[in-house]
């Protein structure tokens, strides 16, 4: 081994290392295409930069890879997330038309969530069919459940509390960015605070042998992918009250994609095990950042997934080099 | 006894009446898309309607943006032994063989809002669409009005390679090519979607100084518009005077937008495929007039003026 490589791998073997020099180079990136990057002023009481925009509009797929993170590490994955996304953004948008108070329509909404979670869960966990078909069952029905919901519109709302929920600001902070925090503090204490983390992991690293250990495999399932199902819900209700309409057709489109990629960014394998939560954020983060610098750099639309594609591999070659070792 | 009697007497009743009613009625089958947008939903809803009005009987299939469901209704058209077929077709190519089977059994198909990749045209009667580089021409040459020809303009384009996305455009720079003081300075797509429309616009305000330095938004379709409304109001700026929105389509969202003076002008697209579709099919069948290959829907350019009427006018069909 040379010596470069050798210091690459100790500079590398920090975790989390990896991710957080190619956030710093994404970032870098940025603001060499534009100046301004991280100029942020008060505009209407609340913040306005680019640096807001990537943290805001980084904040469904954050919510989204919070969930995916432990659904993956249980050795599963739920591609459902985005159509779930669909089905909690008009479940709320429909409610809140009907004249329901909004703590009940946000309810409803979470309620929505938990349920396609638990429908997942069950299918992966009680009839052992594998996770990406069936998961995959709820990705194409979830779309056509939130149209019918729907029914067929875009159906906007124009109720203040929940139109907050995706563009207010609280002590001038966007408010997707504060729940995006809330639900990763949430979810860390979760995962954490209780033994649920050590478990998810046992069952990802080897089933059988955590059964024999007396952790039940069907109980750590079922709830990593109620908890996905609730964090896509949010994401969900946050995307419609974003654009003021439940966008059946368009809500968390190819969204589940973006949250693997940021769980695997994040250095968490697909082939389950250890986890770490906060580097699926950054994942998050980078992906956004990466977006976000697209549409800054005056880049023709054609370039964007070939640019996309180019860092994210040049993420993942930087960790392999730590893995490998 | 009494009963059979009576039930068989309806049943001949039935079975006359139908009779009659397959004499004078024409049947014509709709191949439509799906529902995915509130434009589709009001495509449907126009043709029910126009088809009533020329009292044919239609048969409307929804292949859920599928193809292989779309080849599936024509075929069953086919064997029902319908008039004529209208077919909005989902994707471009891929259409040969089915449209054989519909030209062998002698049935015309017309296309709707889309036009079909082919070798032969001969497969299909006609086509009814809109010209869509005329959309983009029309609301190029409103927006140079609007600015006395001196704008720097931002483009939110649609989804990268689609055809309205890249006719749109070109009718637009062809309008605005006269004028040198007026530029596309940043063009990003936004995918045909508010979410999409709103994210692009957001960077480009932040870009372009804030957004003091664009001077008008062209969306290549209202619900992009209208995430960029929403865009540039959380920017602190007034959208239809500080940035001018201005795009194509003719939703009624938009027409709501411009009525509280938030846009500056959008040329419809108009639902109304299948009447021109129906009315060229009933003249062919009656008096074997041709149509022409290529009819062309009308491309109306509306403005803040009479929105809240249109938006009144629009609000049963949508």
């Avoid at chain 1, 459940?145 to 029914?151: D, G, S, V």
């Avoid at chain 1, 080897?206 to 949010?234: P, Q």
């Avoid at chain 2, 259409?95 to 296309?111: G, I, T």
């Avoid at chain 2, 637009?172 to 006269?178: G, H, K, L, S």
Wanted: proline letters at 3%; a neutral charge; aromatic letters at 4%.
């Amino acid at each position: 081994m040379s010596a470069t490589s050798a210091r690459l791998t100790r500079l590398t073997n920090i975790p989390g290392s990896a991710q957080l020099a190619a956030l710093a180079a994404v970032l870098l990136g940025n603001w060499l295409v534009f100046p301004g990057f991280f100029n942020i002023r008060m505009v209407d009481g609340r913040l306005f930069g680019s640096v807001i925009d990537v943290l805001n509009r980084g904040a469904p797929v954050v919510l989204l890879s919070l969930g995916m993170t432990l659904v993956i590490a249980t050795g599963g994955i739920d591609l459902s997330v985005g159509a779930v996304m669909a089905i909690s953004g008009a479940v709320a948008a429909t409610l809140i038309n009907a004249g329901t108070p909004l703590v009940l329509v946000v309810a409803a909404a979470l309620g929505a969530g938990l349920l396609c979670g638990l429908w997942n869960g069950i299918l992966v966990a009680l009839l052992r069919i594998q996770p990406i078909v069936a998961t995959l069952i709820l990705m194409v029905a979830g779309r056509g459940i939130a149209q019918l919901i729907t029914a067929g519109e875009i159906v906007t709302f124009d109720d203040r509390g929940l139109i907050a929920l995706g563009t207010g600001a609280l002590l001038a902070i966007p408010v997707p960015i504060l729940i995006a925090a809330g639900t990763f503090a949430l979810t860390t204490l979760l995962v954490r605070g209780t033994a649920l983390g050590l478990f998810i992991e046992a069952v990802g690293a080897n089933e059988r042998a955590s059964a024999y250990a007396g952790v039940s495999a069907r109980v750590v399932k079922i709830a990593a992918y109620v908890w996905s199902g609730l964090c896509a819900a949010i994401a969900g209700i946050i995307a419609a009250a974003d654009i003021q309409g439940a966008d059946a057709n368009n809500a968390g489109l190819w969204l589940e994609l973006d949250a693997i990629l940021a769980v695997v960014v994040g250095g968490t394998s697909l082939l389950g095990g250890r986890f770490s939560l906060p580097l699926a954020v950054a994942g998050a983060i980078i992906i956004q950042a990466m977006n976000t610098g697209i549409l800054l750099s005056g880049l023709k639309p054609e370039f964007n997934l070939i640019v996309k594609a180019v860092v994210v591999m040049a993420v993942l070659l930087l960790q392999s080099v730590r893995r490998r070792d | 006894m009494k009963l059979n009697r009576i039930a068989a007497v309806t049943a001949l009743g039935i079975m006359a009446a139908a009779g009659t009613a397959q004499a004078a009625e024409m049947v014509v089958g709709f191949a439509q898309v799906g529902s995915e947008s509130g434009w589709r939903a009001a495509e449907t809803k126009t043709a029910k309607l126009r088809a009533h009005q020329d009292k044919v009987n239609l048969r409307i299939s929804d292949a859920q943006q599928k193809q292989e469901n779309e080849i599936k209704a024509i075929r069953s058209f086919v064997a029902q032994g319908v008039d004529g077929i209208l077919l909005a077709p989902v994707v471009a190519t891929g259409w040969d063989s089915v449209l054989r089977e519909a030209r062998d059994a002698k049935v015309p198909v017309f296309l709707l809002d889309r036009q079909i990749d082919t070798s032969d045209p001969t497969l299909y009667t006609a086509a009814v669409t809109s010209d869509t580089v005329l959309e983009g021409h029309m609301i190029g040459d409103h927006l140079a009005k609007l600015t006395n020809n001196k704008c720097r303009i931002v483009e939110l384009q649609g989804t990268v390679g689609s055809s309205p996305a890249i006719n749109r455009k070109k009718g637009f720079e062809e309008a605005i090519a006269a004028h040198p003081d007026m530029k596309i300075v940043r063009s990003q797509s936004g995918d045909f979607t508010r979410s999409g429309g709103k994210t692009v616009m957001e960077s480009f305000i932040k870009a372009e100084d804030g957004g003091k330095n664009i001077c008008a938004v062209f969306a290549h379709n209202d619900d992009m518009g209208i995430g960029a409304i929403q865009a540039i109001k959380e920017a602190g700026l007034k959208p239809g005077k500080d940035i001018l929105v201005v795009s194509i389509d003719g939703v009624p969202d938009m027409f709501k937008a411009m009525a509280n003076g938030e846009a500056n002008g959008t040329v419809e697209l108009s639902p109304d495929m299948a009447g021109p579709a129906l009315k060229a099919l009933i003249a062919l069948k009656s008096n074997g007039t041709e149509p022409q290959k290529w009819i062309k829907t009308p491309s109306t350019l509306y403005t803040p003026a009479t929105a809240a009427a249109e938006y009144k006018r629009r609000a049963p069909l949508y």
